[in-house]
């Protein structure tokens, strides 16, 4: 039961899809992110560069990071990607449009993509086409992430 007596059965497939999709998004998705970022940027030297002046001012222009992003930096993670110098080179596309599959820029642009498209839905609901589509190639990219990461790191410490 959910706090408003509804059971998860009485959910329709779609309402059912979007909650599946919205999970991976929210909780796989953005651990991929993280892991990704981690090894870009490691937390023991993240203070120090978000304390740098150009890096600060850069984060501190951009319109679309709220205070409380910048403080958790838990939600910015693609943000500061782009913005933090190794910086990720945009898709083709651009950051705010879905990319076709590529290099890491777009993956991250992928991910950023579905996030909004479920943050601004006004429906809640996912047809099975649309849940199949969007759930196989967010966690392809998941999957891509985690595996570059770690491959990379393992061939930076032992090569």
Known sequence: MTSGGTNMSQLSEEESNFIRFY?????IASKAVRVYFDSVHPPSG???ELGKTSTSVTLKGLRFITKLQLQTLYRSTVCLLRNMTPRECAPITGWDNLPPQ???????AR???YRNKLAHSEVGKLSRADFSQYWGDLEGVCIKIIFVTI???YLIRHF
């Open 111 to 113: 991910v950023k993509w």
């Open 151 to 153: 491959i990379s790191s």
């Open 102 to 108: 590529g290099d890491t820029g777009a993956d991250l």
């Open 23 to 27: 999970y991976l998004n929210l909780n």
């Open 46 to 48: 993240l203070a120090g």
